[in-house]
């Protein structure tokens, strides 16, 4: 016969193994996120959305603009109308231009000069002591910013920090970068930054980084991951 306590702790067993299921069915997963494949290809300048532009067009003075690129990453110029500029370079987007003059114009010749830009920053979050925007300084790399956002807790993974990145064809990039070799004294890779990289500190297990894009970035920004980087100009 089963004795009282044995049934008990067996429905306690069964009871908790049955949320532990359903909570790893809520828990999104760091690989559910559709990641591009990683490039360390350093890019030309790119274009965000907020960042202010010249455009000149020397054969037609006055069409000359000054603009800035707004939240749907669009410039509206006078007899073309509306420009997808964002994650353009300078010369992408000019060439862009030129093609559009190039039907109203007999010298479509364009160029475009980069103005202000959006603040430099990158979002540090997961197992650092304040997680949140940090802004970038000249040449900042992974360790600094992680530093910068009060450093490590204690149970911090330290060596699977994972870093997300937008790459060239507009989707999300993610790599694991080690930065608890660095703070041991020994040689470890430095990485760089670039403006509004993602690095996120893990306690365990890089499948919590599911939970960190839902509830910093999915939760927060319409369109999740891919919308990030074109969000965060103007937040």
Do not use: C
């Not at 010298?107 to 475009?112: A, E, H, L, N, Y």
């Not at 600094?144 to 790459?167: C, E, P, S, W, Y």
């Not at 060239?168 to 670039?194: E, F, S, Y």
């Amino acid at each position: 016969m089963i004795s009282r306590r044995t049934l008990i702790a067996g429905l306690v067993l069964t009871g908790t193994a049955a949320e532990a299921a359903r909570a790893a069915e809520r828990m999104p997963q760091a690989y559910d996120i559709p990641f591009a494949t990683w490039t360390d290809d350093e890019p030309l300048y790119l274009f965000y959305p907020g960042d202010k532009l010249e455009i000149v067009v020397p054969s037609a003075p006055e069409l000359n603009r000054q603009t800035q690129i707004g939240p749907d990453g669009r410039i509206t110029l006078a007899l073309i109308g509306q420009v997808m500029a964002a994650y353009h370079s300078v010369p992408d987007l000019q060439a862009m231009i030129a093609a559009k003059y190039a039907q109203i114009l007999r010298d479509p010749t364009i160029f475009v000069y980069p103005g202000d830009t959006t603040p430099m920053r990158v979002l540090v979050g997961g197992e650092v002591r304040n997680p949140g925007w940090v802004d970038m300084m000249a040449d900042m790399d992974a360790l600094q910013a992680t530093l910068a956002a009060g450093g490590f807790t204690d149970g911090a993974k330290r060596d699977k920090v994972m870093l997300i990145r937008r790459g060239r064809n507009g989707g999300a990039m993610q790599r694991i970068i080690d930065l608890k070799t660095p703070l041991k004294g020994k040689a470890g890779k430095m990485v760089a930054l670039r403006r509004f990289d993602i690095l996120y500190v893990p306690r365990s297990a890089i499948a919590e980084a599911g939970v960190f894009m839902n509830q910093w970035v999915n939760n927060l920004i319409p369109g999740g991951v891919q919308n990030y980087f074109m969000y965060q100009a103007f937040n």
